[in-house]
């Protein structure tokens, strides 16, 4: 008899959970409420921190985001963005607020982690991401897991946290090459990640490879490089594929080869706790794998996939990097902000940025529509997550 996911048990710090992960997809598509329910039933839930403040703004009533827009209105004609900063105890609290109250509802064998974006660089990269990490940990997450970026430095603004060995640290890459120098910084503050998520070339969202090699990779074949690399260091390490998972039987296939959970997000996102709209999640339901595309657009410099249905694509909603900013860099600079001044200048009507896209505004309005290489079995229906969780443990 052939076996089922749930026959396997991820062991990590000392625990033993159903070895699914669910991804943690922003702007609060994975909600308190699907890591809550993943977390039931005994497996990872993921919650995100993208834009913090707009998800504490929506849940919890708060202001954050009107208040820094109401504080920086001066400069929303201004091309220069550079003035345009996080108040860091605010940001703080909205992550505190966030993370408190999601924990505080959590029942179940399982965990709570938060997916934290290095390349969110909010116009001041190292103190925000500490900002978030510390009080991510402050208001007791089970498990950090550090995402779109290389987080060379992340262990170290941690380290003098009382809940830096404590809390459950993990690390997402894409190649072994990515790995090796996280290891090497990690291993400096005597704190190797709890656990290493390998996510593939055809994983949703923002890509760790490039936008016209992807399709050279393989998620098996960058999974057994980092299992033997480890091996062969006597480093006792969960890996934790990503990426095009899709049913129980590709998990059982990664986790008799070695890996020790499997992390899935698309499948969840046309559940009944998911944080789409509707509407939206008709179209994942509809989708087939035509309608699925690589591109460019994110200004954050990696290659993304989506729905080619995606309203965001094309459109040229002026920024505004005073109420969000997520992706300014430290230099108060964005690639969205320099192409849409561009098309202003060029154009007196209405404007269509083609080569961008504003994530701030487009991810807060459900507007860009990521998405794995899937199969075309999507149930029509939006099934409570239990009944997807049960299909990926016994299917």
Known sequence: ??????????????????????????????????????????GIGHISDAMVPTVSDRRFKTNYVQEKQKKYKFNIGNVDKSLVQFDLERLAEAQKLFVSRTMDSKKGDGAIFINCM??????????????RLLAAMDAGIDGITLSAGLHLGSMELMKDHPRFRDVMIGVIVSSLRALRPFLKRAAKFERLPDYITVEGPLAGGHLGFGADDWHEYSLKKIVNEILNYLNENDLNIPVVPAGGIFTGTDGV????????????????????????????????????????????????????????QSPGIADGIRPNCEAFGYILDNSGHCQYVDAYNRELDKNEGKISVQDKTCLCTQFRKFRIWTVKITRSNFR????????????LLHN
């Open 253 to 308: 296939e990664f986790l008799e080869s070695g890996a020790s959970a499997v992390q899935v997000a698309t499948r969840f996102t046309v559940t009944e706790e998911c944080g789409l709209p509707e509407k939206t999640k008709h179209h994942y339901l509809e989708a087939v794998e035509e309608d699925i595309i690589v591109n460019t657009i994110s200004p954050t410099g990696y290659p993304m996939r989506m729905l080619r």
């Open 118 to 131: 290095e390349k969110l660089t909010m116009n001041s990269p190292r103190d925000t991401l500490q900002t």
């Open 380 to 391: 029509k229906q939006k099934p409570p997550l239990l009944l997807k969780f049960l299909l």
């Open 1 to 42: 008899m052939s076996k089922a996911l749930n026959d396997f048990r991820l062991k990590l710090a000392g625990k033993e959970y159903v070895p699914i992960f669910v991804g943690g997809m922003g702007v609060d598509i994975s909600t308190a409420e699907l890591a809550l329910e993943a977390a039931r039933l005994g």
